[in-house]
Structure formats: C-alpha cells, structure tokens
C-alpha cells in the first residue's frame, strides 16, 4: 500500500488542535482544500460518524464518502473511504509536545479493482498530490488552532 506521512508542531494543546480537527460542519471554513463537508450521521464526532467531503483535484470537483473507524481523543483517530476502485486509510496523531502538538497525517491506499491496480503504477503522481493537499491541511490546521487560543 503507497502512502504518504506529513507531521507538523502547532503552538496549542492537543485538545484544541483535535477539536477544531474533529469540527465536521466547520471544514470548510477552516481547511481552503475542503469546498464542502456534509455529516450523514448524527450525534459527536465518534467510530462510526460519517460525512461526504468535496474538493477541488485536478480542476475539478470530487466528493467522497469517509468514515470513522477509530477513535482515541485527544490523541488520534483514523478516517477511511473506498473509492474508484480504491480503500484510502487515514491516521491522524495528535501528540502533545512542550511547545505544543505534534500532529501527523498518515494517508494510505490500497487497490480494490483490476483498473485501480493498472492504475496504481501512476501512484507516485498521485501520491505527489496527495501529500501536497495533506500538507495544506496542516498548515491550515495549524493556523485555526493557533489563532482559536
């Protein structure tokens, strides 16, 4: 499975930095890679909560299905969506530090069709995109929290 590993230090408490991460319904405000982010089930943020997010790749629109499937506040929690013939898998760590909160996205993804596999050997483009937008959400993170104390 390729994946991509991007960490970052955010000068605020975990806590903070796990909430605003969590915030579903204020994605779009605080992340400029999300157009929009709509919670299919009710009830916090917790194993099971599930949304559509949407973003602008490649001069288009895509949306995607994701869900929790782990959950440890406020120190991680995983997101998972299977799409075009692929399972993505995401780790997000949130680990307190003295000057703040260590935060790293770990995404990966695993081919599920023959086309996704044929596909795969291009993964390295895409993995370049990928971290590129997981990067942004860091810094886009970063400053929500940072500014939120």
Avoid: C, N
Avoid at 53 to 61: A, C, D, F, S, V
Avoid at 66 to 88: I, K, Q
């Amino acid at each position: 499975m390729p994946s991509v590993e991007v960490t970052t230090t955010i000068a605020a408490p975990a806590e903070r930095v796990f909430e605003i991460a969590t915030d579903l319904a204020s994605l779009p405000e605080t992340m400029s890679g999300i157009d929009s982010a709509e919670v299919l089930t009710d009830g916090p943020f917790g194993e099971g909560t599930r949304w559509r997010e949407t973003r602008t790749l490649y001069g288009k629109q895509a949306t995607e299905e994701m869900w929790v499937t782990g959950l440890d506040p406020p120190r991680s929690y995983v997101v998972e969506a299977e799409s075009h013939g692929a399972h993505y898998r995401t780790g997000i760590t949130f680990v307190p530090e003295e000057d703040g909160t260590r935060v790293t996205f770990v995404f990966g993804a695993r081919p599920l069709s023959f086309f996704a596999r044929l596909f795969s050997v291009f993964s390295g483009l895409m993995m370049k995109s990928v971290r590129k937008a997981l990067e942004q959400d860091l810094e886009d993170l970063k400053r929500a929290a940072e500014s939120a104390g």
